[in-house]
């Protein structure tokens, strides 16, 4: 399950409006958009590259074919014959059992069958399912990679269904990351402090991400700046989304969230600037376009505001924050009717 969450900050506005020769002071609060892709990883592809000398046995046994052809029907999304080609392939001795097993729980897990993901770690361990689900059992257990990774897919697991048991979760979380080079463990464990609000955690777990895997930069760095930017650490940010302009010039999200970053110092020129450069390199990219419409509204600037909102919504009819934004926008310019309208049309699409 990846997907890209949005993660707004609030900025305190105040307008007043001419309505029948009377000024109305009203408060709004108004939320930018910036862009973090922070969610639990479920394919562990990095997996197979960091142990390819080990997952590519020399001998073409019958338990080999069926290893490869099970990792091309995870590929595929197959997941059941994949489940089916590893339990096979496990009972090869050419084969690594530890890995079949690893990915038998990578499939269950994308088929988000949650008890068959703790069955199999049992199955690794040859352990009771109860002690596994024990934070007291992952306090000393040994340091093995069936360990590690029956560990690290319990606490993956927990997390996408049964966020509530934090101790087992923390637990088995942090039991992935003794292998330092983990990428999934490092980059799953941040997730779970980022959503425990543990921001310099999250920083120093995404630093160590960058580090072992340098493809990932793009999109760990854009979420290390939004957090630095939650951690109380503007400097940081800032500086994280520069390095990303510098490593990734065409990358428009990363100017969306340097704008955001501006409009939240209160840099409104900047922020302008900013987005409209985020605009420029993905024109259908509707948060930049949202964002540069509130930084417009902010500096009451109501024409441009309609316009970016307008045009948010022409390329996605369906984006109900647009229509929020413009009818405050019309509300503003004095257009009472068509403010309604868009409220309403708001209110239809959130429901």
Not at 7 to 12: G, N, Q, Y
Not at 247 to 266: Q, V, W
Request: glycine fraction near 6%; charged fraction near 25%; hydrophobic fraction near 40%.
């Amino acid at each position: 399950m990846i997907f890209s969450s949005k993660k707004l900050f609030p900025i305190f506005l105040l307008f007043l409006f001419a309505t029948g020769g009377t000024k109305i002071a009203i408060g709004q609060t108004l939320e930018l958009r910036e862009i973090c892709s922070l969610d639990y990883r479920t394919d562990f592809a990095s997996l197979l590259e960091k142990n390819k000398d080990s997952l590519f046995p020399s001998s073409s046994t019958l338990g080999s074919v069926h290893f490869y052809r099970g990792l091309s029907y995870l590929e595929q999304s197959m997941f059941r014959e994949a489940i089916m080609d590893f339990r096979i392939a496990r009972t090869d001795s050419a084969v690594s059992r530890t890995f079949c097993n690893f990915y038998i729980g990578v499939a269950f897990m994308r088929l988000n069958q949650s008890d068959s993901i703790l069955k199999i770690c049992s199955e690794a361990l040859n352990i009771p399912v109860t002690q596994l689900k024990n934070p007291a059992f992952w306090q000393d257990a040994p340091v093995t990679q069936d360990h590690i990774f029956s560990g690290y897919l319990i606490g993956t697991n927990q997390a996408l269904n049964n966020p509530t048991d934090s101790n087992l979760i923390e637990i088995c979380l942090s039991f992935g990351t003794k292998d330092r080079e983990f990428l999934e463990a490092y980059i799953n464990y941040g997730v779970w402090n980022f959503q425990n609000g543990r921001y310099n955690k999250t920083i120093d777990l995404y630093k160590h991400a960058v580090d072992l895997e340098p493809s990932y930069d793009s999109t760990i760095i854009l979420c290390m700046g939004y957090v630095y930017r939650l951690a109380g650490d503007p400097d940081h940010s800032m500086k994280a989304y520069i390095l990303l302009k510098s490593k990734y010039p065409r990358f428009a999200e990363g100017f969306n969230n340097r704008g955001c970053l501006y409009a939240y110092l209160d840099k409104n020129n900047k922020a302008l600037s900013t987005l409209t450069v985020a605009i420029r390199k993905d024109r259908t990219l509707l948060d930049a376009l949202c964002n540069r419409g509130l930084a417009y509204l902010k500096m009451k600037r109501y024409k441009q505001a309609f316009d970016d909102f307008t045009e948010a919504i022409q390329i996605d009819p369906r984006f109900a924050d647009a229509y929020y934004y413009r009818g405050f926008t019309r509300k503003a310019m004095g257009d009472i009717p068509g403010s309604i309208t868009d409220y309403s049309r708001a209110i239809d699409l959130k429901k």
